[in-house]
């Protein structure tokens, strides 16, 4: 079992940058791709990000593409969200998933991923 837990969210103003943590304790993740998602208010949850187990390959969303940009650090058990040019639009609630894959599947199916971090929130005023 793995233990996903975000931080690094909160308050920022449009065009800010912020940059969420994943930590991964438990079970080991190095092997599994991972992923981010965002739930919006009124909205389904959907995926900004994933990266395979190696971090050699990345998929975006087109929402996030070019603004946003994940990573890993397998020694640290720990993957990363950088966001730029932050956006009204991307307030959300983010969460941290651990695949059941090594490489990146189906990645914005849910169901593609088999652990879940709490959720934390980032609030973008205009």
């Known amino acids: 079992q793995v233990q996903l837990v975000e931080s690094g969210g909160g308050l920022v103003q449009a065009g800010g940058s912020l940059r969420l943590s994943c930590a991964a304790s438990?079970?080991?993740?190095?092997?599994?791709?991972m992923g981010w998602f965002r739930q919006a208010p009124g909205k389904e949850r959907e995926v900004a990000a994933a990266i395979n187990w190696s971090g050699t390959n990345t998929y975006y969303s087109d929402s996030v593409k070019d603004r946003f940009t994940i990573s890993r650090d397998n020694a640290k058990n720990t993957v990363y969200l950088q966001m730029n040019s932050l956006k009204p639009d991307d307030t959300a609630v983010y969460y941290c998933?651990?695949?059941?894959?090594?490489?990146?599947?189906?990645?914005?199916?849910?169901?593609?991923?088999?652990?879940w971090g709490q959720g934390i929130q980032v609030t973008v005023s205009s």
């Open positions: 438990g079970r080991a993740f190095s092997r599994n791709a």
């Open positions: 998933a651990k695949s059941k894959y090594t490489e990146i599947v189906a990645a914005v199916q849910m169901g593609t991923y088999d652990s």
